[in-house]
């Protein structure tokens, strides 16, 4: 019987986990940089967690949790999204009490909703987010929306298309619900099931509505702007006003929510179209809140998220071929020639991974021209064929697959070969200006250092990464700096 994924699901494989991996790695890195910290909390939590905070107007609770009674009979489910955990690890854990607030935390991994899969919509996809939690300033909001736009900028998209909008205070808010119950008590009647039950539970999310004929009728609906309070406006002009100080280019959309019933002032979407003209929707969104923390009965304080769908970030980035370079490939490719060098060659494949070269080895005794072909098909740097004579006299012969050169090595040299070829010399030889690598010892051509016509008392030349304690001329490296 052939069992497929559960639908919505999908399996992230090879080259596209190597772009995931990527993906993930701008992400924490730019995180890290703004001194955020990694949060790992459980995927199943108590379904009351997000009951009580994602809200009961919310799609996700009303019809998209993945829930569940446990053999003990208690009600689980599958995180839908992340703040809702971290909320509440922040208050169990009783991070309140720090005397650093806020906390700034990030997390990765999957969450699942019950939604109908359609093109960057999964039932368990992962989420990269971050969250300011015990801060009611402004620079926060702003901070975590330059995050994002960074992380966006550092994966080489450009043109995204920022979109912010206030949701005001708590009094501003329920004077522009009641505003929007009062225009839509005309129309409601005309409007999708979701709507009317939006219309009981919370009339803003009905601006959020996907339905034509009713963005039709949302067109023309009063705006949040009218009924913002002076602090909330002028807490919004002073968001716009630091985003253009920090170069971040937005637009006003004021007919944004988010789907979540948490959001109070500042809400914001990432947008972006391929260049093939796909739209996958928001790649990430986020914005603050006020009554999370003390809904986890901890007290009161504010905080501002921010999460990406990573898939969505995948898809454009992928739409756009800025992952083709992902698979860094295999450094070196070792092929024994018969059953008598699999154990050599497997002792020198050991040696070379030890070293930090990503390594490969052909135990298969095929022929010479089928390990190149399979050298070069894991796009291999290097291959090292290893036959008779290569052992006996303790001469590799190496091949450089990219150039098409040959080079006989002795092994002893073999590690400061690879180490000059693949770790440093190409980068430093274009700073320098002889550009002649036959003359460079660092292959194993000349004792004397040669390269720029400078001399450096150390046979071992800094510039490819060797032990080198002076500065290096040649290369305007400061080698103490361990360059
Ligand atoms: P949200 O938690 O709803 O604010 O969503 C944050 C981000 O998660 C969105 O901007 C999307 O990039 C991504 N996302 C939301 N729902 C899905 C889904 N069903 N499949 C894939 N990505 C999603």
Same mark, same amino acid.
């Given at each position: 019987m052939n069992i497929q994924n559960v639908k919505g699901t999908h399996d992230v494989i090879l080259k596209e986990a190597q772009a995931y991996e990527r993906i993930e790695s701008v992400m924490k890195a730019i995180a890290e940089s703004y001194c955020f910290k990694e949060f790992r909390v459980p995927v199943?939590?108590?379904s009351a967690l997000f009951l009580r905070s994602?809200? !009961? +107007? +919310?799609d996700i609770v009303r019809k998209e949790m993945y829930t569940f009674l446990d053999k003990g009979g208690r009600s689980l489910?599958?995180?839908? !999204?992340f703040t809702a955990g971290i909320i509440r690890s922040f208050v169990n854990n009783k991070l309140?009490?720090? %005397?650093?607030?806020?906390v700034k935390a990030y997390y990765v991994g999957p969450v699942f909703r019950y939604e109908r899969p359609q093109?960057?919509?999964?039932r368990q996809f992962n989420q990269f987010g971050i969250e300011t939690i015990g801060t009611t300033s402004v620079y926060h909001d702003v901070e975590a929306i330059l995050l994002g736009y960074t992380i966006l900028t550092a994966l080489g998209l450009e043109n995204v298309k920022v979109k912010i909008n206030t949701l005001g205070d708590a009094l501003s808010r329920q004077n522009y619900k009641n505003a929007l119950k009062e225009y839509f008590s005309n129309h409601i009647d005309d409007m999708c099931v979701d709507c009317k039950q939006r219309y009981e539970?919370?009339?803003?999310?009905?601006?959020?509505? %996907?339905v034509k004929e009713d963005q039709d009728i949302v067109k023309n609906a009063p705006t949040m702007s009218n009924y913002l309070s002076d602090d909330a406006k002028k807490r919004f002009d002073d968001l716009c006003a630091l985003l253009e100080q920090v170069g971040v280019d937005y637009e006003i959309d004021?007919?944004?929510?988010?789907?979540?019933?948490?959001?109070?002032?500042t809400v914001f979407e990432y947008h972006y179209t391929s260049k093939k003209g796909i739209n996958y929707g928001a790649v990430g969104a986020g914005g603050h809140y006020d009554g999370l923390v003390k809904e986890m009965d901890g007290p009161q304080l504010e905080g501002v998220g921010l999460s990406f769908g990573v898939e969505r970030v995948f898809s454009v980035l992928n739409d756009d071929e800025l992952?083709?370079?992902v698979d860094d490939g295999c450094d070196v490719f070792v092929m024994p020639m018969g059953e008598d060098a699999n154990e050599i060659g497997f002792y020198l494949l050991t040696t070379l991974r030890q070293y930090g070269f990503t390594s490969e080895i052909d135990v298969?005794? +095929?022929k010479l021209s089928s390990m190149l072909k399979k050298a070069n098909r894991l796009s291999s740097k290097y291959a090292i064929i290893l036959g008779e004579e290569e052992i006996n006299t303790r001469i590799l012969t190496i091949k450089d697959?990219?150039?098409q050169e040959q080079y006989k090595i002795n092994v002893d040299n073999l590690i400061d070969f690879l180490d000059s070829r693949l770790n440093n010399a190409e980068d430093e030889h274009e700073h320098c +200006?002889?550009?002649d690598e036959k003359e /460079?010892?660092?292959?194993?051509? /000349?004792? !004397?250092?040669?390269c720029c016509g400078h001399e450096s008392q %150390?046979?071992?030349?800094?510039?490819?990464? /060797?032990? /080198?304690d002076e500065e290096h001329h040649c290369c305007n490296k400061d080698s103490n700096k361990g360059e």
């Open positions: 199943i939590e108590n994602v809200g !009961e +107007s +919310s489910t599958l995180r839908p !999204e309140y009490a720090t %005397k650093d607030l806020p093109l960057g919509r999964y539970l919370n009339p803003l999310r009905i601006l959020d509505c %996907k004021d007919t944004l929510v988010r789907g979540l019933d948490y959001y109070s002032q992952l083709a370079d298969s005794g +095929s697959l990219f150039k +200006s002889c550009n /460079h010892h660092c292959c194993g051509h /000349h004792d !004397e250092t040669q %150390k046979h071992n030349h800094g510039c490819c990464g /060797h032990n /080198h």
